[in-house]
């Protein structure tokens, strides 16, 4: 079967009810010679598919198929679907084998009825997560291959109850359930559940559930190396994998079908956290998984153009997806250096926040982490630029990597109405002196403010004047309004209101006075 996994083709035949309804009843069809093989891959596939309407969270589906045609239901919208599957060589063993992967992008459900898979497999380099250039390395950032496995609640296996180690009446049923619904981890680990596809039941009887010295462990494959997960996605979310453990002290079973009270007494899954201990459960053996994550440990986020308004406090996160993984032999560090429109040699960029192009920034080394303060005056110069170069430094097998990204920002102008206010007591009777009863409206935008009008309101007493002492004013400078109150003897209450325009916004300011004896 292994030389014509190449070139096959799945197609399928999507049939829907109706166009302009909220889902679409979709009947998937296998054709051509891949129909052709016993439950699909003999060792088993999965359709895994990521999307949905674009008014709501992404959805997840996992769906594992053993036939050739299967009925599944998508909601309208765009959708990404990824076909899995494994070649191992003695049929009915699990997800064994070599994988498979085609993934097609952007279908557009209900308008899309025909959607083409040329599986291929994902790593003929087995140094490699996906082969370069492999269409499925848009999808998957990290797979997992095991060939032992344990539950446990610490990584020596050596503490914890959360099933028990002996492997006497013990079962453990593994593989890839069937999902539907949102990207939540959480609700991925409580609402996912086994078909009849895409698991094992592990178990003394049937050989492959090894009593440990401490604790008993699953042998996923006991000639050769084990079966490869695509666990780690796209989009910070992990294919379910899950194992279900049933304990029956009553009647000795051991083929996965009763626990304790004939009910499932634990359920795992990768990421979960346990509620009682507050620890986070994984599968564990001596050397644990091998985790292959791709020669791309970070990646520029929280930036979602190259370019910020001067004025503004921004995050860039250059650690990536893989900051909260042990990545290789260990964890990442990262240097930096930068130039700027006034500062041409590179210089290594500053722990402590400091000024440049009239602003100021800071780059955390442990995460990555650059932060671009403009919100002090003069904030970032108009049309200034940074160039940041990053670097990721990283061992994977005892080799020491090192991989860089560089990117430039650009510090845009402030548009629109953006002032600082200030104004004194508003209610002196110091007739000869109006400075006290002043408002000043700094310009902090790179467009002019202008007082377009004044006027007084809800005036009780006395007439008090508003005078305009400057109309107009450019970045940095204030507009400026003072209350005459030379007519004023007694008192005075009310509301001075003044109208703004700024970058075609407008607005208008309303102060209350009091002037009294």
């Known amino acids: 079967m292994k030389k014509y996994l190449n070139f096959?083709?799945?197609?399928?035949?999507?049939?829907?009810?109706?166009?302009?309804?909220?889902?679409?009843?979709?009947?998937?069809?296998?054709?051509?010679?891949?129909?052709?093989?016993?439950?699909?891959?003999?060792?088993?596939?999965?359709?895994?598919?990521?999307?949905?309407?674009?008014?709501?969270?992404?959805?997840?589906?996992?769906?594992?198929?053993?036939?050739?045609?299967?009925?599944?239901?998508?909601?309208?919208?765009?959708?990404?679907i990824m076909i899995l599957g494994w070649d191992g060589a003695t049929p009915g063993e699990t997800m064994k084998g070599n994988l498979y992967c085609s993934v097609v992008n952007n279908v557009s459900f209900p308008d899309q009825s025909t959607l083409n898979f040329n599986l291929s497999q994902v790593d003929t380099d087995a140094n490699l997560v996906v082969d370069p250039g492999h269409p499925c390395g848009a999808f998957i950032d990290g797979l997992q291959t095991v060939k032992y496995t344990s539950i446990c609640e610490t990584e020596t296996c050596d503490s914890g109850n959360y099933l028990r180690y002996n492997n006497t009446n013990l079962s453990l049923k593994f593989g890839i359930p069937f999902y539907e619904g949102?990207?939540?981890?959480h609700s991925i680990l409580?609402?996912?559940?086994?078909?009849?596809?895409?698991?094992?039941?592990?178990?003394?009887?049937?050989?492959?559930?090894?009593?440990?010295?401490?604790?008993?462990?699953?042998?996923?494959?006991?000639?050769?190396?084990?079966?490869?997960?695509?666990?780690?996605?796209?989009?910070?979310?992990?294919?379910?994998?899950?194992?279900?453990?049933?304990?029956?002290?009553?009647?000795?079973?051991?083929?996965c079908s009763k626990g304790f009270n004939n009910a499932v007494t634990t359920i795992n899954s990768i990421g979960e956290v346990d509620a009682a201990s507050g620890l986070p459960r994984h599968w564990s053996d001596g050397t644990k998984f091998i985790y292959k994550m791709p020669l791309s440990p970070f990646a520029i986020t929280g930036?979602?153009?190259?370019?910020?308004?001067?004025?503004?406090?921004?995050?860039?996160?250059?650690?990536?997806?893989?900051?909260?993984?042990?990545?290789?032999?260990?964890?990442?560090?990262?240097?930096?250096?930068?130039?700027s429109t006034s500062v041409s040699t590179p210089q290594v960029c500053p722990a402590a926040s400091t000024m440049i192009e009239s602003g100021y920034f800071s780059f955390d080394s442990t995460n990555g982490q650059i932060i671009l303060d403009g919100t002090t005056y003069p904030h970032f110069a108009m049309g200034s630029q940074i160039t940041f170069n990053i670097v990721a430094n990283y061992t994977v097998n005892?080799?020491?990597?090192?991989?860089n990204k560089s990117f430039t920002i650009v510090f845009d102008p402030i548009w629109g109405l953006n002032y600082t206010q200030a104004q004194g007591a508003l209610g002196s009777l110091n007739n000869t002196d109006q400075t006290s009863n002043f408002i000043n409206l700094t310009n902090m935008a790179d467009s002019q403010l202008n007082i377009t009008g004044v006027n007084i309101t809800?005036?009780?007493?006395?007439?008090?004047?508003?005078v305009v002492i400057y109309s107009n004013c450019t970045n940095g400078s204030p507009c400026r309004v003072e209350l005459d109150a030379s007519a004023v003897t007694a008192s005075a209450t009310g509301n001075v209101n003044i109208h703004l325009e700024s970058g075609g916004d407008v607005t208008?300011?309303?102060?209350?006075?009091?002037f009294g004896p």
């Not at 359709?47 to 239901?73: C, E, Q, R, W």
């Open 8 to 80: 096959l083709i799945l197609i399928l035949l999507l049939a829907f009810t109706s166009c302009g309804a909220k889902t679409s009843n979709v009947a998937v069809k296998l054709q051509g010679s891949f129909s052709q093989v016993a439950g699909l891959f003999e060792n088993g596939a999965v359709m895994i598919a990521v999307g949905g309407p674009s008014d709501k969270p992404p959805l997840l589906y996992t769906v594992p198929l053993n036939s050739a045609s299967f009925d599944h239901t998508f909601d309208n919208g765009i959708w990404k």
């Open 182 to 185: 949102p990207i939540d981890k």
């Open 190 to 255: 409580t609402q996912a559940r086994f078909t009849s596809e895409m698991n094992e039941c592990y178990s003394a009887a049937n050989s492959n559930l090894i009593d440990g010295a401490d604790y008993a462990k699953l042998d996923i494959d006991l000639a050769a190396t084990g079966i490869t997960l695509p666990f780690r996605l796209t989009g910070g979310f992990h294919l379910p994998i899950r194992m279900e453990g049933y304990e029956d002290t009553v009647d000795n079973t051991m083929d």
């Open 303 to 339: 930036l979602p153009t190259n370019s910020i308004v001067r004025n503004l406090y921004e995050v860039v996160d250059i650690n990536g997806p893989y900051n909260d993984d042990n990545y290789g032999d260990g964890t990442i560090s990262y240097t930096c250096d930068y130039t």
């Open 398 to 403: 005892s080799t020491n990597y090192s991989e």
């Open 458 to 466: 809800d005036n009780i007493g006395e007439t008090v004047v508003p």
């Open 508 to 514: 208008t300011v309303t102060l209350p006075y009091n």
